[in-house]
């Protein structure tokens, strides 16, 4: 196979699979539950949030989270006034970082393994994505596809989030929590995969048409 990579919004492709290699059966869908996909997701990231700022707490004490707000006494009365800035940039960069590193590392491992891939976007659903549209992937080779984004990122942000430089460590606080979440599809397609024969080939065809070929002997 040719590594060449190209960027492509066009989700207009044949629906239509091949058919099945020598040994293997009829081709069958392969679909995300995508209204259990979304609530999970939200789950995660409330339930991650919580982990992440104790973690931060407990790293950094009260000091940290004294720098996201200014506090003005007068008289009586005490006002606490968020500084959005210090809020706002870490997420939109770490937002940044997430869409476009999550995607690169899917790209790299695809290509590892010697497959054309197609990054695009699917504007309705607010998506980007990466594929290796009309080829045979193997199973075991989508399995470290699927997870190397959650992996490689979830390694890099958990030491910074030690970093005494708020700015750093609420950067890669946002960073852990959107790509964990966001890898949600990831984790649902691995837990598909587990459960697959060794041999199992996937073939997409659409950014919505994916199809599973499973061996004939098992």
């Known amino acids: 196979m040719s590594e060449d990579s190209s960027v492509s919004a066009d989700v207009t492709r044949s629906p239509d ?3 099945p290699p020598d040994g293997y059966a009829d081709p069958y869908a392969f679909s995300y539950p995508m209204a259990v996909l979304l609530v ?6 409330v339930a991650l949030s919580i982990v992440v700022v104790a973690l931060l707490s407990l790293l950094h004490g009260p000091e940290l989270f004294a720098t996201l707000y ?3 006494v007068d008289g ?4 606490y006034a968020m500084d959005l800035t210090v809020i706002v940039v870490p997420f939109l960069t ?5 869409v476009v590193g999550h995607e690169f590392v899917h790209g790299v491992v695809f290509r590892y ?19 290796a549209f009309d080829q045979f992937q193997e199973r075991n080779e989508l399995l470290r596809v699927c997870l190397a984004p959650l992996v490689l990122i979830t390694a890099v942000c958990v030491p910074l989030l030690a970093v005494p430089i708020p700015i750093v460590s609420i950067t890669a606080a946002f ?3 959107l790509n ?3 890898a949600i599809g990831d984790l649902y397609a691995t837990w598909r995969l587990q459960r697959m024969p060794r041999e199992t080939l996937m073939y997409d065809v659409t950014i919505h048409r994916s199809y599973v070929y499973e061996p004939l002997e098992q």
């Open 17 to 19: 699979p091949p058919l």
């Open 40 to 45: 999970g997701s939200v789950a995660l990231a």
């Open 94 to 98: 770490a937002l940044l970082v997430t």
């Open 175 to 177: 960073v852990l929590i």
């Open 180 to 182: 964990t979440s966001g």
């Open 113 to 131: 393994y010697g497959y054309d891939v197609t990054y695009g976007a699917v504007p309705a659903m607010g998506a980007f994505y990466v594929a």
């Open 70 to 72: 200014d506090v003005t």
């Open 76 to 79: 009586d009365t005490t006002t």
